[in-house]
């Protein structure tokens, strides 16, 4: 698997885009990046996931860069409701491993008033 | 409708006992896995089944027995609890391609485990 590394805590106000990092340099060019976070007593819910090009979805951006090194992911008017820890996955691309998410320390995300 | 549901929500228990977490999705999902997250917050994958089959075995404990009744269904059972049982469990399930190109996995609200 390709490892990540994430910051382990971010602050944002409440209404202000929320911008979260996350690195992984070897990555592969088959493998995707996945975005989930996990509110505080929930199980983890899936965000966004992407390959090359930007993706946009209900809930989030992501940004991957040209060389896929890195990613960020955008809330873009967090609320109180979006404090969680978010976790950048990078999955094995297929065969036995298939569908394995190894969730790392992830971030903090808190969001205040 | 609840996506992925779990029971028991919490299960407290005394070392040795014998103890099974149920877990039932209405998605349609072809796999279903089991997630522990321990007391550091780390979650980690257990198992993985694809259509009654197991397909993933992250070198958990043999008392650990994961039982696929069939596609909707995923029990775990385990034998002997540990004081190093105690977690929180998740259940999951996602269709399963041939692809990576979409695996989004459905997580349910988890079992807390707390063996005295």
């Known amino acids: 698997d390709a490892k990540t590394t994430q910051p382990p805590s971010m602050d944002c106000a409440e209404g202000r885009a929320a911008n979260l990092p996350c690195n992984h340099s070897t990555i592969s060019g088959n493998e995707y990046v996945y975005w989930y976070r996990q509110i505080h007593s929930q199980g983890p819910q899936y965000i966004i996931h992407?390959?090359?090009n930007n993706e946009t979805n209900e809930m989030a951006s992501l940004i991957i860069t040209e060389d896929r090194k890195s990613s960020t992911l955008i809330l873009p008017h967090a609320t109180l409701r979006d404090t969680a820890v978010y976790y950048c996955i990078v999955p094995p691309p297929g065969g036995t491993s298939y569908g394995k998410l190894t969730f790392g320390q992830g971030t903090i995300l808190t969001v205040h008033p | 409708d609840t996506a992925v549901s779990q029971t028991p929500k919490y299960l407290v228990t005394q070392m040795g006992n014998d103890k099974s977490i149920k877990c039932e999705q209405n998605?349609?999902?072809?796999?279903m896995y089991w997630y522990k997250q321990d007391s550091k917050k780390f979650l980690k994958i257990m198992f993985s089944?694809?259509?009654?089959?197991?397909?993933i075995n992250e070198t958990v404990p043999n008392r650990f027995s994961p039982k696929s009744p069939d596609k909707a269904h995923l029990n775990l059972h385990i034998n002997s609890l540990e004081l190093g049982d105690s977690a929180v469990y998740f259940c999951a399930s996602s269709h399963r391609t041939i692809t990576s190109s979409y695996n989004e996995q459905f997580f349910g609200p988890g079992t807390r485990l707390t063996v005295l």
């Open positions: 089944y694809n259509n009654k089959e197991l397909i």
């Open positions: 998605l349609g999902h072809d796999t």
């Open positions: 992407g390959l090359k």
